[in-house]
């Protein structure tokens, strides 16, 4: 074990010293000093966070110390008597027991064994350096210098934050050492306190847990009386709160434990793969500004570009879907899910899927560079057995309900899968894609991939979260049918409106173009849906933490989808096409419905199955630090590609419209940084309500356990 300590020193030493020797290399080849904004974004966006970790924690162990201290003042007899104050109904009645039976037997053994465990537990808490003088005037704008820097703080901080986290632990278990402690006194102090004067304040403190007003307070026709302490216990501490509270979750009756272990996991490797797949894409986002960052072949754009783009669509977006999937689909069916298993083996699937892709990718090993499609077909093979798998499970779940009709949800869920399947096989069979018509191919794959993948998903779990969080049934069930197959009759042959003017058939261009117009039917009956719905509902926005997220999904539903038909016509194809102004469309498209859906299912369902509910003001940050990043960034590229495409319709030079959209780009990198750190608090937020954090002990309780224990 030491061995093993030693070596894993002795290598990070080596990596770290090995890193800090192509960083000062990197000096002589990076020498424009404007290179260095994006390395100092790197450092910002790497820093900022942490230290706001570091900070909370700090925080968060002085307010405890602070605490204890002022508690301990207080003496411990006044502990009792507060403790006496605040007994539970149930507390109150098992005293009463047990003051009624002759415990005289057990007293001088609790006694000794609290004085022998009071002892017990309160004895047992018992780089090189170099000469700056002869450095440059510029010495912190060389990159070499730089990277330095961000490579020294990263495990510096790293380490400070696990310090704290350290801290935090350890100051909690002194406390329950303490607790436990004060518990063994408490109990010995109530087996030695009067019996007469113990059983009227315990009988006093039962009426008043019992008390219920009359209405007839506030009339100014009775005398005010305070018989049970309710004046003389008010506080003269206010709390001024910054932020709304929202209400707290309504606990449901837990699922099987393992289905929500299964769940639980999707969920975590989902989370995973959005912090990874999203810092790639910040670090590309930097690229944009700082382009020579770097100067290595795996870290080039066009290899890290597939990368993210593959990583949020496979896996953060998809295995969270499927992961919703497993908690949606029994319980709309109102029955248990066919196989645990087959989601464990389909999870694996996926997630080996993601890694060996991302692998291939970076090493330069792709599909021929099809967009959305870069993973070679072995690699896919495992995502299509993955699927199969649920898609089996899901349809054997459904014809196992115990309730007459399919619900809606399950209708755009299961389809979701079929045609992802059927959409995924057609891509990748190589016999129909020859010459023009892999260009077709790779049209309706691209396309039917987010439309009849995510979005058919994402809607299936917008009909089961909506109504539910709303308490109330769906506006209309017969629009959520016209949308359903409205959306498979237009959504399927529309592939071929990225490739206006391209080689292809007209007739076929003009087909996608007339079916993008029919997607207004499906948008326009969802959205009505959705949004009548939250009729006579709107101040339960104010009050929920979930409902804000699903919102922002409808809206985007509707104003991305009609932005989508637009693009398809011939004129606005002249402009947007082949600039960035589809991707700002599929960042709206995909963040704005797809992700901020899957965040308001995570914040809805993780409650339920751990018990824990997320800091409400974290959800807060999240949510705006999202939302804004998403409008910084979708707006600026919007209007900076609108420009460029007239820029280049009037047959300017192609330089003159990259200098133009540097400014456009600095507001991306601010907006992709936003949205990035609203992921890392998003990561916080759900380790807050996943782990199994040791609780501060309750003297009272642990007080009776003792007492319980000793009649036994």
């Not at 942490?50 to 700090?58: A, C, E, M, N």
């Not at 929202?246 to 272990?261: C, T, Y």
């Not at 783009?309 to 999937?325: D, E, K, P």
């Not at 629009?479 to 490739?499: E, K, N, R, S």
């Amino acid at each position: 074990m030491k061995l093993n300590k030693k070596l894993t020193i002795t290598f990070l030493i080596t990596f770290l010293m090995s890193i800090n020797i192509y960083a000062q290399e990197a000096t002589n080849i990076i020498t424009d000093n404007s290179d260095t904004l994006g390395l100092w974004l790197v450092f910002l966006v790497l820093v900022i966070p942490t230290l706001l970790f570091i900070g909370s924690l700090y925080v968060k162990f002085k307010t405890k110390v602070e605490e204890n201290e002022e508690w301990n003042k207080t003496g411990t007899q006044n502990h009792f008597s507060e403790y006496l104050k605040s007994l539970s109904k149930i507390q109150v009645q098992k005293l009463l027991n047990f003051k009624n039976q002759d415990a005289s037997t057990s007293k001088k053994s609790i006694s000794e064994k609290a004085k022998l465990l009071s002892f017990l537990l309160l004895t047992s808490t018992t780089l090189f350096a170099e000469d700056f003088k002869n450095q440059k005037d510029n010495f912190f704008s060389q990159p070499g210098i730089i990277i330095t820097i961000i490579l020294i703080l990263i495990p510096v901080l790293l380490g400070v934050a696990f310090a704290m986290v350290k801290a935090n632990n350890t100051i909690k278990r002194y406390l329950n050492k303490e607790k436990f402690a004060e518990a063994e006194e408490f109990a010995t102090h109530l087996q030695n306190i009067d019996t007469s004067k113990l059983e009227e304040t315990l009988h006093n403190r039962e009426a008043a847990l019992d008390f219920k007003l009359t209405n007839n307070e506030l009339s100014g026709t009775e005398k005010a009386e305070d018989k049970i302490g309710i004046l003389n216990n008010i506080s003269d501490k206010h709390q001024v709160h910054f932020t709304a509270l929202k209400k707290r979750a309504v606990q449901k009756p837990s699922l099987d434990p393992e289905i929500a272990k299964l769940i639980l996991w999707y969920f975590g490797c989902a989370t995973f793969w959005l912090v990874v797949g999203t810092g790639i894409g910040e670090y590309l986002g930097i690229k944009f500004v700082a382009p020579d960052v770097d100067h290595q072949s795996w870290l080039s754009f066009g290899r890290l570009r597939p990368v993210h783009t593959n990583i949020v669509f496979w896996g953060w977006a998809s295995i969270a879907m499927i992961g919703l999937g497993y908690y949606v689909v029994p319980i709309v069916s109102n029955a248990k899910i066919y196989s645990v298993k087959w989601g464990w083996y389909a999870l694996v699937l996926t997630n080996l899927m993601v890694l060996f892709g991302t692998f291939c990718l970076m090493s330069g090993i792709n599909n021929g560079g099809g967009e959305f499609r870069e993973y070679i077909w072995p690699v896919m093979a495992l995502f299509a057995v993955a699927l199969i798998l649920t898609l089996a499970n899901f349809i054997l779940t459904v014809a196992r309900r115990t309730t007459k009709e399919i619900y809606i949800a399950n209708w755009y869920i299961v389809s979701a899968l079929i045609f992802t399947i059927i959409v995924a096989l057609t891509a990748y069979l190589p016999f129909w894609q020859d010459g023009v018509s892999e260009t077709i191919v790779q049209g309706y794959f691209m396309h039917s991939g987010v439309g009849m993948w995510f979005t058919l998903y994402t809607l299936g779990l917008l009909y089961y979260f909506i109504p539910q969080q709303l308490n109330r049934p769906i506006y209309a069930y017969s629009l959520g049918i016209l949308a359903f197959w409205t959306q498979i009759l237009f959504y399927t042959i529309i592939g071929t409106h990225h490739f206006i003017f391209a080689p292809l058939p007209w007739w076929l261009q003009t087909v996608a173009i007339v079916g993008s117009a029919g997607m207004i039917i499906p948008v326009v009956a969802g959205t009505i849906n959705f949004t009548m719905t939250f009729k006579g509902q709107w101040n339960k926005v104010a009050t929920s933490y979930t409902l804000p997220f699903f919102l922002v999904a409808v809206i985007y539903y509707f104003i991305v989808s009609l932005q989508g038909t637009a693009e398809a016509f011939k004129f606005t194809n002249l402009i947007w096409h082949f600039t960035d102004f589809t991707v700002a469309h599929a960042h709206l498209g995909f963040y704005g419905i797809i992700t901020f859906a899957l965040w308001g299912g995570f914040y809805v369902v993780i409650p339920r199955l751990t018990g824990k509910e997320p800091p409400q003001h974290l959800v807060g940050v999240h949510f705006w630090l999202a939302l804004i990043g998403l409008l910084f960034y979708s707006i600026p590229l919007s209007i900076g590609s609108t420009l460029r495409g007239l820029m280049w319709m009037d047959g300017k030079p192609f330089i003159d419209s990259v200098v133009l959209m540097f400014d456009f780009w600095i507001w991306r990198a601010i907006g992709g940084s936003l949205m990035f750190i609203s992921h890392l608090v998003f990561a916080y937020n759900f380790y807050q309500m996943t782990t199994k954090e040791k609780e501060e002990m309750d003297v009272k309780e642990e007080a009776f356990k003792i007492l319980e224990q000793q009649i036994k």
